[in-house]
């Protein structure tokens, strides 16, 4: 008897055993990732969709709704809330992300950590984002099977210029799954930046077609125009934000934000290839998006003087240097009757005045206006370059090329400045 129900008692441990063992399988499943902390079915439902959405480069009025839904399911769930800070339009966002901020404190540790890091990462416009890496690295150690902390490193990563980390940071992301049209592109921009134009284009292309017909995806169809660009390529470029335009408007976004920009984008690759009639002709259709749009007043003034930097430097192009000066002069104006916060704009009047005297002939002039324009700008560099050459001044001509062909800045004037700064410093 003794025997039996020894037996017996070690199969019951054994039972118990493996019912721990699969029990904890089962928990490891979830191990690792955020807890949600709401009780609302609805609410963990819809924090899924927009997940889905924003991966899928799906940022229109669809998705924001999607966020109000979210945040009306439950006030209370600050991730749901800082979902909405993510998609909404100012000053909806910024109200959103500090009530995330206080709700935070009540919220589970992964969210109340994931909301500290984001405050400190969109803090200053953005301008300090780096700041928050050492909260979101500890984050992820400690959360190992949470994609977002991966996505948002990746993307940090890859404004700082460390390809090998974001890299791998999505490389993480897409290993936890789901999949990720987002982790692909930012992939691609990758290539991009180590000079692999087919492969980048090949996989924005592929993603393109795997996207819902509601996306608006700005990180495509500029990442395609790039790939055109570095290959010398400005027709396509433009073939490729020309679609961008019309996506944009179908997927609702420019309710939210007007398609200004993507004009404008259109503009400089007119410009800079030879066609200023061209760009003077985009830089109109891009402002007229403006003034009817739901951006703040002060936005609206931004682009106003976006508007007359270019007609100025077209009109440079075309000779008409009186009425090129007369829009630099308007401009400079605005930036002084803004005071301090005129300032920051400064450096983009040098660029203007530098532009329009190298294309009178004075380097000497440009050069000096230059030197106070953007210095992380490539194609602000670009001009010094152009400048320092015609001075006779190879060795800070080489230097400033250099500087471009170095810069990790992946953006439409690194695009538009590379492939003659390449030349450059391989001649």
Do not use: C
């Amino acid at each position: 008897m003794l025997k039996k129900n020894t037996r017996m008692l070690s199969v019951l441990v054994s039972a118990l055993g493996m019912f721990l063992a699969s029990s904890a399988i089962a928990e490891s499943k979830d191990a690792g990732k955020f807890e949600w902390t709401t009780d609302s079915k609805s609410a963990k439902k819809l924090i899924s969709e927009i997940q889905a959405r924003v991966e899928n480069f799906q940022l229109g009025g669809g998705t924001l709704e999607v966020a109000r839904e979210l945040v009306a399911a439950d006030p209370d769930f600050a991730m749901g809330v800082y979902y909405l800070s993510a998609v909404a339009p100012s000053p909806e966002r910024e109200e959103s992300l500090a009530k995330a901020a206080k709700l935070a404190a009540n919220a589970s540790e992964g969210e109340r950590r994931f909301i500290e890091a984001m405050v400190k990462v969109r803090a200053n416009g953005g301008a300090s984002f780096q700041d928050g890496i050492p909260l979101l690295e500890s984050l992820g150690e400690d959360y190992p099977q949470e994609r977002l902390v991966p996505m948002l490193l990746g993307q940090i990563y890859q404004g700082l210029g460390n390809s090998d980390k974001a890299r791998a940071s999505f490389g993480r992301a897409l290993q936890i799954g789901p999949p990720s049209n987002r982790a692909r592109s930012f992939l691609a921009n990758d290539d991009l930046l180590h000079g692999k134009y087919a492969s980048a284009r090949g996989t924005f292309e592929e993603v393109a077609e795997d996207l819902p017909e509601d996306a608006a995806a700005a990180a495509i169809r500029y990442g395609i125009a790039f790939s055109h660009l570095y290959e010398g390529n400005d027709t396509d470029a433009i073939e490729a934000l020309s679609t961008f335009v019309a996506e944009y408007k179908d997927s609702g976004a420019a309710a939210g934000f007007p398609e200004v920009f993507i004009w404008n984008s259109i503009a400089r690759i007119h410009l800079e290839n030879g066609r200023p009639e061209k760009a003077l002709k985009a830089y109109k259709k891009g402002y007229e998006s403006v003034p009817d749009s739901s951006l703040p007043e002060d936005q609206k003034t931004i682009w106003y003087g976006r508007s007359k930097h270019g007609t100025s430097r077209a009109l440079a192009k075309l000779g008409k240097f009186d009425d090129a000066w007369t829009y630099a002069g308007e401009l400079h104006e605005m930036i002084e009757s803004g005071g301090e916060n005129g300032a920051q704009f400064m450096p983009a009047y040098h660029y203007l005045a530098g532009y329009l005297k190298l294309e009178e002939g004075d380097a000497e002039k440009a050069a000096e206006h230059l030197k106070q324009a953007n210095p992380n700008d490539p194609f602000h560099t670009l001009l010094l370059a152009r400048a320092l050459s015609k001075l006779g001044d190879e060795k800070g001509a080489k230097e400033a090329y250099q500087t471009i062909v170095d810069s990790n800045n992946n953006g439409l004037e690194r695009a538009l400045a590379f492939p003659e700064a390449k030349k450059h410093v391989a001649g």
